[in-house]
């Protein structure tokens, strides 16, 4: 056996041994598998996050908005060109992965495809 085993994600013990298609430590006797340990790795790698137009996003960015959005609960709504200071890129749900502050409606998340960084 050429591959060294992971240790056990739960108590770190570097005595893991494999039982069929699962590794298993002997120590705490905790049973995983070695796709599930690399799928875990894999979605805590960060991603890039590009606006509409394909710019790259970082934290503390100014985008303005490039369609109007409705908003809940609101009769208006973000008109397009808004300006929107200092966002922080998030893993929201639905693809919401911008959390910011927009004058006149308050902390809002906001999609990356509907926004535009401002050079």
């Known amino acids: ?3 060294t085993l992971p240790p056990c994600p739960l108590c ?16 705490c006797a905790h049973e995983w ?5 690399n799928e875990t790795v894999e979605s805590d790698a960060p991603s890039v996050i590009k ?6 996003l970082a934290d503390g960015d100014t985008v303005t908005v490039v369609k ?5 609960g609101s009769s208006s709504s973000i008109k ?3 300006k929107v200071r200092n966002i922080r890129l998030v893993n929201g749900a639905d693809g919401h992965d ?3 502050k927009v004058d006149g409606f308050g902390q809002m998340y ?3 495809s509907v926004v535009k960084k401002v050079l």
Do not use: F, H, Q
């Not at 013990?13 to 120590?27: D, M, Q, R, T």
């Not at 109007?68 to 809940?72: E, F, T």
């Open 33 to 37: 598998s070695a796709v599930e340990l």
């Open 80 to 82: 397009v060109g808004t």
């Open 68 to 72: 109007d959005l409705k908003v809940k």
């Open 98 to 100: 911008i959390d910011c």
């Open 51 to 56: 606006d509409s137009v394909g710019n790259v």
């Open 110 to 112: 906001l999609k990356s």
């Open 12 to 27: 770190a013990s570097a005595y893991a041994y494999e039982l069929g298609s699962l590794l298993v430590c002997p120590e």
């Open 1 to 3: 056996m050429t591959d």
